[in-house]
């Protein structure tokens, strides 16, 4: 199915599908009371007829911890909808806080499983090899950032905040031990997307830790790569309608407005460039073009619709 096709021809109904969505964050924000991590988003899936749920979880937790707090949060969920599955949009950690809720739920007694789908945006599946850098070269700073970033998240109201622990977590070398001892995907349909930037044009904000992360590990959204953001079924990269890039803040509506705002600034028109990863098979016009981030999500929402899901 063309993802695309959906974007401009939604209706009232086009994102009821047959599970209620539940929305999982990456690391550093919460689900306060007025959801501001996911900007626009939520209201513009629940116009179009889905139900929208959040895991919240704790942001700075790390991802078996979440995973418990996620594992506690899915009978109110389910109870609450009348469902007796979720469909899981993560987006960057928030998927490996997924998967480890998977884990949870296969090492459990031999109910039906509730999750019917996993969708990761920007999840690093393959850790941050410039995360495992900065480790190593700067343990003496990350102690006491730690402390001050843990004691800071308590008060704001995680449960188990550890921030060491969730950048450990987070390299490459404990995300190959994770992806080579836990279970796979399959027992769920997953897909994952990703962004990347082409430029200091696309984002200025993030532009130091995407040439931080390009010059170690090659194409990324500023903090992920695409490479590690693709996992077993891997459906393409984001761009916007202009040929810009996504950056891996703006996946959650980070900007609030269209991306057709900056055609009106009289900027330039970026060259059109994509670094897409190419996979056999992948369906045409998964490269999402997009006027602004919640039709993305409008998009991937319809095409699980479709899906049955």
Known sequence: MDVMATTKDADSSACATR?????????????????????????????????VFFGEHDAWGTPLNNAVQLLERLPQILAQSGSTKVNIIAHSKGGVDARHLLALLLEGPENELPIASLTTIATPHHGSRSLEILLSTLWP???????????????????????LG??????TLNMHQFNATQPDLSPVYSQQFAGCLHGVVDDPLIFLPYSLVLRFEGPN?????????SYDHFRGEFCTVDGRGVSHDY??????????????????????????IEEEGMPEGVLLDCEDIPSLYLAVVADLKARGY
């Open 141 to 163: 700073v990350f102690t006491p950032l730690s402390f001050a970033v843990n004691r800071l998240y308590k008060g704001l109201g995680d449960e188990n905040p550890d921030f």
């Open 221 to 229: 959204d500023g903090l992920v790569t695409l490479h590690s953001a």
């Open 251 to 276: 996946l959650t509506d980070l900007p609030k407005r269209p991306f057709s705002a900056y055609r009106s600034s009289g900027a330039a028109k970026p060259a059109s460039k994509r670094c897409s």
């Open 19 to 51: 599970y209620p969505l539940l929305l999982i964050h990456g690391v550093g924000v919460r689900d306060g009371k007025k959801h501001r991590i996911w900007g626009r988003i939520p209201e513009a899936l629940r116009k179009q007829g889905a139900q």
């Open 166 to 171: 969730t950048c450990i977590n987070l390299t």
